[in-house]
């Protein structure tokens, strides 16, 4: 655990602050390799609807992936020792919000555009997630803005942003694979 750093208060991305920062950045470039990868497979599956969706999740890939590359300016008083906010933002710190911010607006557009083609359930979790999602990033980011209703549990709100995201991205992920065999394993 790192120490002085609160998950209910701070940023997944503060966690790249620090000695041990580089195990953070490792997961950013790891997680958007692997998504661009599997961007890369629904850019390539029929229909404009995973055409542009596939662009849309390899968004979200090459945001995790600058998000790795510019590490956070310090926010909401970690490393201890800093600012509530910075007094000025770096280039860094301002480059890993560009990326940040356009892969989460990225995944929340993706979750609508994909949501068609599955079924009425498939359609009725992808809508409810997408809005949850971006509900979920629109609270941490006034929260790490330092809106004192939400500055203590913005980490919260961010780790609920991103759990539904990536489940949403794995339920998707399991459904195509599921398809898929369904498709090779039918008689023709």
Not at 105 to 132: D, E, H, M, P
Not at 140 to 149: C, L, Y
Not at 153 to 161: F, H, I, M, N, T
Not at 175 to 184: I, P
Request: with cysteine; glycine share 14%; hydrophobic share 50%.
């Amino acid at each position: 655990m790192t120490p002085d750093y609160d998950p209910l208060r701070h940023p997944v991305s503060s966690l790249a602050l620090g000695p041990l920062g580089w195990t953070q950045t490792l997961n950013f470039f790891v997680a958007g390799v692997l998504t661009l990868a599997f961007a890369v497979g629904l850019v390539h599956l029929p229909g404009a609807r995973h055409k542009v969706g596939g662009i849309l999740v390899g968004i979200w890939g090459v945001g995790l992936i600058g998000a790795g590359a510019f590490a956070t300016d310090p926010v909401s008083g970690y490393p201890p020792g800093t600012p509530p906010t910075p007094a000025e933002a770096t280039t860094s710190g301002t480059l890993h919000d560009l990326f940040s911010v356009a892969a989460f607006f990225a995944l929340g557009a993706a979750c609508f555009v994909l949501a068609g083609g599955r079924g009425w359930r498939w359609t009725i979790y992808s809508v409810l997630s997408g809005a949850a999602f971006l509900g979920a990033f629109f609270v941490a980011s006034i929260g790490f803005s330092q809106t004192e209703t939400f500055v203590e549990v913005a980490g919260l709100w961010q780790r609920v942003c991103v759990v539904i995201g990536w489940a949403w991205l794995t339920m998707l992920a399991l459904g195509l694979l599921r398809q898929e065999r369904r498709r090779t394993s039918s008689p023709v």
